[in-house]
């Protein structure tokens, strides 16, 4: 058996605590069971330092909130503090109409496992997206199912449905293709998202 990296390992046990903690529906349990389930087996990790962009300068209010209320959420805050040096945070290349004026330089995510990510898979990806104060990020679809988790104030839209607020702690299930999209508010967004992009047999 091969063993993660010490940082990375405690970071994805933070977040099976919390994505199990905080994912309510059927749906969302199902693919964070099945996520993290596949998720025991490690990949292969990449070596080298991350990289920034210049709206990582949003990290630390971004993730100055006080979760204080729930042990997990506060631990998987301080296990993200624990990776995200080693992370590459890039822009979305591909955006539409939809895209904010200022979402060029207003966002940047960052893949933790995944395509590209710290640890290189393609069968799951958990990424964070962070957004600057009101911008809104584009539309956007892919065939992957994906629940998110919420770590910060912002705005969330599936299909053509009205915008809503998860909260801090909130989660959510895209089912496969369905087109959904983000805006932050007067803070900083802040989430993570799970995508089971090939479902075990
Ligand atoms: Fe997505």
């Not at 993290?36 to 300068?57: D, H, K, T, Y």
């Not at 729930?70 to 945070?89: N, V, Y």
């Not at 299909?159 to 959904?180: L, Q, R, T």
């Amino acid at each position: 058996m091969s063993l993660r990296e010490e940082r990375l390992q405690l970071f994805l046990g933070a977040a099976s605590l919390a994505f199990d903690r905080f994912a309510k529906a059927p749906e969302s349990r199902r693919s964070i069971g099945q996520f993290f389930a596949a998720l025991e087996q490690p990949g292969i990790m990449r070596a080298g330092e991350g990289s920034r962009l210049p709206v990582c300068a949003q990290l630390d209010v971004a993730l100055a909130a006080d979760p204080s209320y729930d042990l997990s959420l506060a631990r998987l805050i301080e296990a993200f503090k624990g990776i995200e040096p080693m992370l590459e945070w890039r822009r979305r290349t591909k955006y539409d109409h939809t895209a904010g004026d200022n979402f060029v330089d207003g966002h940047a995510n960052a893949m933790i496992v995944g395509p590209g990510g710290l640890e290189e898979r393609n069968d799951l990806w958990l990424g964070v997206t962070l957004l600057a104060p009101h911008v809104r990020y584009p539309d956007h679809e892919h065939a992957p199912e994906e629940v998110y988790l919420v770590l910060s104030e912002g705005e969330f839209q599936q299909g053509e449905g009205d915008w809503f607020s998860p909260g801090i702690g909130g989660s959510f299930y895209n089912i496969p293709g369905i087109k959904h999209a983000m805006r932050s508010v007067d803070t900083p967004l802040f989430a993570f998202w799970a995508l089971l992009a090939e479902r075990p047999h």
